[in-house]
């Protein structure tokens, strides 16, 4: 090997070396970043901001591609976050099914003794049919939130 191709070699050893190490920087400095936000997710979901903690997940995810290990753990904490809001919204929604159950049940009762004796109104039948729609649709929303529990534990335990 002559002494030129020698040099072009070592200066071109030596860029490589310096490009690789400017990108293994970029990525501690992406990685730390991406760390920094995992952490911020966990602390929003931890305090129940379950949004605010999703989205901190997405950002993750959309912004450092590349750190894969940071983003394997968002998504256990992403799965753990939906658990808890849907886990939260069947409980609400239960309640909520509950009272609306209750409440048609009564007006029902009272429009059937109405409708019977010729005294019951337009207004009133009405009512029963629009509390009849809400507890239905609050019936669908309720199936749906159980089924996405059962989802998430499923998919949590193929792990």
Same mark, same amino acid.
């Given at each position: 090997?002559?002494?030129?191709?020698?040099?072009?070699?070592?200066?071109?050893?030596?860029?490589?070396?310096?490009?690789?190490?400017?990108? &293994?920087?970029?990525?501690?400095?992406?990685?730390? +970043?991406? /760390?920094?936000? !995992?952490?911020?997710? +966990? &602390?929003?979901?931890? $305090?129940?901001?379950?949004?605010?903690?999703?989205?901190?997940? =997405?950002?993750?995810?959309?912004?450092?591609?590349? $750190?894969? =290990?940071?983003?394997?753990?968002?998504?256990? #904490?992403?799965? =753990?976050?939906? !658990?808890?809001?849907? %886990?939260?919204?069947?409980? *609400?929604?239960? &309640?909520?099914? +509950?009272?609306?159950?209750?409440?048609?049940?009564?007006?029902?009762?009272?429009?059937?003794?109405?409708? +019977?004796?010729?005294?019951?109104? *337009?207004?009133? !039948?009405?009512?029963?049919?629009?509390?009849?729609?809400?507890? =239905? &649709? #609050? %019936?669908?929303? !309720?199936?749906?939130?159980?089924?996405?529990?059962?989802?998430?534990?499923?998919?949590?335990? /193929?792990?």
């Amino acid at each position: 090997m002559t002494r030129n191709n020698y040099r072009t070699m070592k200066k071109i050893f030596l860029l490589a070396m310096a490009a690789f190490a400017l990108v &293994s920087c970029r990525q501690t400095d992406a990685q730390k +970043e991406a /760390e920094g936000l !995992l952490r911020k997710a +966990e &602390s929003e979901c931890e $305090a129940g901001n379950f949004e605010a903690s999703l989205r901190c997940i =997405d950002s993750l995810r959309s912004v450092y591609p590349n $750190a894969v =290990d940071t983003r394997m753990r968002a998504l256990k #904490l992403y799965q =753990d976050v939906c !658990l808890r809001q849907a %886990q939260e919204n069947v409980e *609400a929604l239960d &309640s909520e099914l +509950e009272n609306a159950k209750a409440e048609y049940n009564a007006r029902k009762t009272i429009a059937g003794k109405h409708h +019977e004796e010729g005294t019951a109104t *337009a207004e009133e !039948l009405t009512e029963v049919g629009r509390l009849r729609l809400r507890r =239905d &649709s #609050l %019936q669908v929303r !309720l199936d749906t939130e159980c089924a996405k529990v059962r989802l998430i534990r499923q998919k949590q335990k /193929e792990g």
